[in-house]
């Protein structure tokens, strides 16, 4: 049985920094991605990484902020948050596939709860 398990979400202040972790069991992926969901708004893509390569993409809006990391002895993956913005608050979610670096939530087999993140102005 997959399990994907977030942590590491809250309230930060505009400016703040936030590191997300992922935890997975179950079974091995080709890529783990992050996105995030706001209020009134679609699924956002917000980063990949190839789990054995370590081959990264991010999305426009936080390349620069954030950077995605992986740990292969632990099975987690990480999504270092700085310089947020009040417009990165949404729920984080991550997400395994077996395709490599895919950026589409349809790409994506196994999702986590999600954890939310709120930066505040």
């Known amino acids: 049985q997959v399990q994907l398990v977030e942590s590491g979400g809250g309230l930060v202040q505009a400016g703040g920094s936030l590191k997300l972790s992922c935890a997975a069991s179950?079974?091995?992926?080709?890529?783990m991605g992050w996105f995030r969901q706001a209020p009134g708004k679609e699924r956002e893509f917000v980063a990949a990484i190839h789990w054995s390569g370590g081959g990264t993409y991010y999305a426009d809006s936080v390349k620069g902020r954030f950077t995605i990391s992986r740990d292969n002895a632990k099975n987690t993956v990480y999504l270092q948050m700085n310089s947020l913005k009040p417009e990165d608050t949404a729920v984080y979610s991550c997400?395994?596939?077996?395709?490599?670096?895919?950026?589409?939530?349809?790409?994506?087999?196994?999702w986590g709860q999600g954890t939310q993140v709120t930066v505040s102005s």
């Open positions: 997400a395994a596939s077996r395709r490599a670096l895919p950026t589409t939530p349809a790409t994506y087999d196994y």
């Open positions: 179950g079974r091995t992926f080709s890529s």
